[in-house]
């Protein structure tokens, strides 16, 4: 949930707000990051593939190519990347 507004649009943002030197991280929806002048969006967030967490640490787990589309990502947070067995693009044999 948008701890600025209460919104519960996904996907929500992590910002870091420099408030007189106290520095402080939430989670907060797009237009609300959009909106406030001194938030600052540090680095993309993804959402983890295993928990469905918002996490601004995402760890690239696999790649998945579906040709002719072109393939796209597979993010984990911090918590569940340790989980992923190192194995190469199990999707490749789907
Ligand atoms: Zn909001
Ligand atoms: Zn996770």
Do not use: K, W
Not at 19 to 48: E, K, L, N, Y
């Amino acid at each position: 949930m948008c701890e600025m507004c209460g919104s519960t649009e996904q996907p929500l943002v992590t910002v870091t707000m420099d408030s007189g030197g106290t520095v402080r991280h939430r989670q907060v929806c797009q237009r609300c990051a959009r909106s406030d002048a001194s938030t600052v969006v540090r680095r993309p967030v993804r959402m983890c593939v295993r928990c469905d967490r918002i996490t601004d640490t995402p760890v690239l787990v696999s790649e998945v190519h579906q040709n002719p589309r072109p393939g796209f990502s597979v993010y984990a947070c911090g918590d569940c990347a340790p989980h992923f067995p190192p194995l190469p693009d199990v999707f490749d044999l789907l």
